[in-house]
């Protein structure tokens, strides 16, 4: 679809003039316009906006009544590369409730800067969404954890050096934001809540966000476990950095698809990150569904 409609954007100079804008609140002010004409002017404002990591995007598939919004038609959106991350925008209901999935991210190894991999949550904030949901996988650096497990993130690690907010303060953000609970506690309880309820067996723990591409090194990786890292992950942290900057509340779910290197004989490979991936969707799909239902 186009972008025709925009106000005071034509159809060609709106798509070209967002991709011009640095990824800031006034690009995703016309992100989220395109999205809201291409959804429907009168559609409900999503309850929470969900971004599905690798492997995990068959949530997608249990939305009803979505509208499927594929990344270029998204104004300022790159077009996602990495295998496993199909590159679009939904907008429908789960658990009977209005919710907004992304199918794919922008990750800085792609070589994205930290706003740009920021950039979808800003488009969520224009819509109104008031809670983001990331998911990811990620390398278990915690020695019991084994691949499948779900993790709760109940704190961070910026290992990746970047920060999203770098540079001019958007009108929309604050300029120090307090991250001294950036994982909404309340949202968490709801987590295990859910958890309870579906029956999936879900631990707590603190998420190291890194750079990529590569996987990491033995050495470190007992690095991280000594840092205090319980899984490892080359996602979520922008995101979440630039959804606190909104005031936006933050859950993050961790699926646990291979122990960190060095941890198990096994070399790592996108191919089998992937694989328990898809293992685990299904307790990772019941779970967010449960957890949607009970949001306010
Ligand atoms: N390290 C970093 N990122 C990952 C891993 C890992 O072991 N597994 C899945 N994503």
Do not use: W
């Not at 006034?26 to 316009?33: D, I, N, S, T």
């Not at 919710?99 to 819509?127: K, Q, S, T």
């Not at 979520?236 to 509340?249: D, S």
């Amino acid at each position: 679809m186009s972008v025709l409609g925009m106000s005071g954007l034509g159809p060609e100079t709106g798509m070209s003039h967002a991709r011009s804008m640095p990824p800031g609140a006034a690009a995703a002010r016309v992100a989220a316009e395109s999205i809201r004409q291409q959804y429907g002017p009168d559609a409900p404002v999503p309850v929470c906006g969900i971004v599905l990591g690798s492997g995990l995007g068959g949530l997608a598939d249990r939305l009803s009544g979505a509208v499927r919004i594929p990344f270029s038609e998204v104004p300022g959106f790159p077009t996602a590369t990495v295998v496993g991350h199909a590159g679009h925008v939904l907008m429908g209901r789960l658990g009977g409730r209005p919710v907004m999935a992304m199918a794919g991210r922008f990750h800085m190894y792609e070589g994205h800067e930290a706003a740009l991999a920021a950039f979808p949550v800003r488009v969520m904030h224009a819509l109104g969404v008031p809670v983001y949901v990331a998911s990811n996988a990620a390398g278990g650096v915690r020695r019991t954890f084994s691949p499948g497990d779900l993790m709760v993130i109940s704190d961070h690690i910026n290992l990746m050096f970047r920060n999203p907010l770098a540079g001019a303060v958007e009108p929309t953000d604050e300029r120090f934001p307090d991250m001294s609970d950036p994982y909404d506690p309340a949202l968490r309880a709801l987590l295990h809540q859910a958890a309870r309820a579906t029956g999936v067996p879900l631990q707590d723990g603190v998420y190291g966000g890194l750079l990529g591409p590569t996987y990491e090194t033995p050495a470190e990786v007992r690095m991280l476990e000594r840092l205090g890292v319980d899984a490892v992950g080359m996602s979520t942290v922008p995101e979440v950095i630039v959804a606190r900057a909104l005031g936006m509340r933050v859950a993050a779910v961790s699926c646990i698809t291979n122990k960190a290197a060095g941890l198990s004989p096994d070399l790592l490979n996108h191919a089998e990150v992937m694989d328990v991936g898809r293992g685990v969707a299904s307790r990772f799909e019941a779970l967010i569904t449960a957890f949607v239902e009970r949001l306010p």
